[in-house]
């Protein structure tokens, strides 16, 4: 990392950067030169500065989102993968006039030995899973987050903002009725 020093006063016209500099006749050393010899090292030098080294290697600075702008965009896509995935639930269930511990009880409630697996059960071990990756796989980890949070926000609102309401019961079951 280059170490900016202010000119002390002496003989020297401009202080150079100790250090590894830049390459003899790069494009930026004349704009680096006047942000070195400048005495007044205010926010606005550090900003040229960097400007600077962000021209001679770009690779150094990769242009990462604030964590504000990551979680806004998680949630954003989480909200439209949830609306999308009870759009799927609400056709199924009264479009195809399908209920889930009628219709899988004989298939999938054998399975689960009766226990109902709601999707945001799924959802919630997605969630657990995405964050135990966070540090080895981000980007997986994110997309888990968000699909997990999607799954889980869909069955939430789907028992207790849709069901609930229309037929006045949740239907929130843990296990299928005995076959």
Same mark, same amino acid.
């Given at each position: 990392?280059?170490?900016?020093?202010?000119?002390?006063?002496?003989?020297?016209?401009?202080?150079?950067?100790?250090?590894?500099?830049?390459?003899?006749?790069?494009?930026?050393?004349?704009?680096?030169? $006047?942000?070195?010899?400048?005495?007044?090292?205010?926010?606005?030098? /550090? =900003?040229?500065? &960097?400007?600077?080294? #962000?021209?001679?290697?770009?690779?150094?600075?990769?242009?990462?989102?604030?964590?504000?702008?990551?979680?806004?965009?998680?949630?954003?896509?989480?909200?439209?993968?949830?609306?999308?995935?009870?759009?799927?639930?609400?056709?199924?269930?009264?479009?195809?006039?399908?209920?889930?511990?009628?219709?899988?009880?004989?298939?999938?409630?054998?399975?689960?030995?009766?226990?109902? $697996?709601?999707?945001?059960?799924?959802?919630?071990?997605?969630?657990? /899973? =995405?964050?135990? &990756?966070?540090?080895? #796989?981000?980007?997986?980890?994110?997309?888990?987050?968000?699909?997990?949070?999607?799954?889980?926000?869909?069955?939430?609102?789907?028992?207790?903002?849709?069901?609930?309401?229309?037929?006045?019961?949740?239907?929130?079951?843990?296990?299928?009725?005995?076959?």
């Amino acid at each position: 990392m280059r170490k900016l020093h202010p000119p002390s006063g002496g003989s020297k016209a401009r202080n150079e950067p100790s250090g590894r500099g830049l390459a003899a006749g790069h494009l930026a050393q004349p704009l680096l030169d $006047i942000v070195i010899s400048t005495r007044d090292y205010t926010g606005y030098t /550090v =900003a040229l500065n &960097l400007t600077v080294l #962000y021209l001679e290697r770009p690779s150094r600075f990769r242009l990462m989102e604030t964590p504000q702008r990551s979680y806004r965009y998680a949630l954003w896509w989480s909200l439209a993968l949830t609306f999308m995935i009870e759009l799927v639930t609400v056709v199924l269930r009264f479009g195809f006039e399908m209920e889930s511990t009628r219709d899988t009880a004989s298939t999938i409630g054998r399975l689960t030995f009766g226990i109902r $697996i709601h999707h945001g059960y799924c959802g919630l071990v997605l969630m657990l /899973v =995405a964050y135990w &990756l966070m540090s080895r #796989y981000p980007r997986l980890a994110r997309w888990g987050l968000i699909i997990g949070l999607a799954l889980f926000l869909s069955d939430l609102i789907h028992h207790f903002l849709v069901l609930w309401p229309l037929t006045g019961s949740p239907h929130f079951d843990l296990t299928y009725p005995p076959l």
